[in-house]
């Protein structure tokens, strides 16, 4: 008698989105693989058959967690014809999101706070996520100095270096409680900053 795979009983998306909360609230090392499960709401062999073994999870989910970030982030940059406008508004977006998501915490920050520069592939995970956000930026930026809309002395490299930053310390402002409007004016402060 030949045995068949199993099929899998569960949504390989959805368990993920669980595996990438409990991420983002505990870290790495305080994320057990008991509390994993539970929250996945499947076995401890299924994960093993599905994803690997908890680090090889880890990856899975901080890769999944900052490209849906970074795409989320830059659909919200075409909501204006004007480059700074865009900008704003994306930061704006991002200020207004639900305080139970807010308060969730963001993964890739999580990530660069716990490991640092100490783990590789964490590093090339959030390096990468960093490239593609940072040439969005960086393009709006250039297209908004060619418009007079950001100043001729301001260069547009270190302002998506420090529009980086600012989006960074407005995740951990959110994930310790900072109300929406908060969030707002410091996106305004900081684009007032580059006209």
């Known amino acids: 008698m030949v045995s068949m795979a199993r099929h899998k009983e569960f949504d390989q998306d959805k368990v993920l989105d669980a595996a990438i909360g409990v991420f983002s609230q505990h870290g790495y090392e305080g994320s057990s693989t008991d509390t994993l499960l539970t929250a996945m709401k499947i076995s401890r062999q299924s994960m093993y058959d599905t994803f690997g073994d908890k680090r090889s999870l880890y990856l899975q989910a901080l890769k999944r967690y900052n490209t849906d970030s970074v795409l989320r982030i830059i659909a919200d940059m075409k909501d204006s014809k004007q480059p700074l406008d865009a900008l704003e508004g994306a930061l704006f977006a991002f200020a207004s999101r639900p305080p139970s998501e807010a308060s969730r915490g963001c993964l890739g920050v999580s990530a660069i706070c716990e490991f640092g520069r100490t783990d590789t592939d964490v590093s090339i995970l959030t390096d990468s996520a960093a490239a593609v956000l940072g040439k969005a930026i960086l393009a709006l ?17 270190a302002a998506t270096q420090f529009l980086g930053a600012t989006l960074s310390g407005m995740k951990v402002s959110a994930r310790n409680g900072a109300s929406p409007e908060t969030l707002r004016a410091i996106a305004s402060l900081a684009i007032r900053s580059l006209r």
């Not at 250039?142 to 809309?149: E, P, Y």
């Open 141 to 157: 930026l250039k297209d908004g100095q060619s418009k007079g809309q950001l100043s001729a002395e301001i260069d547009p490299e």
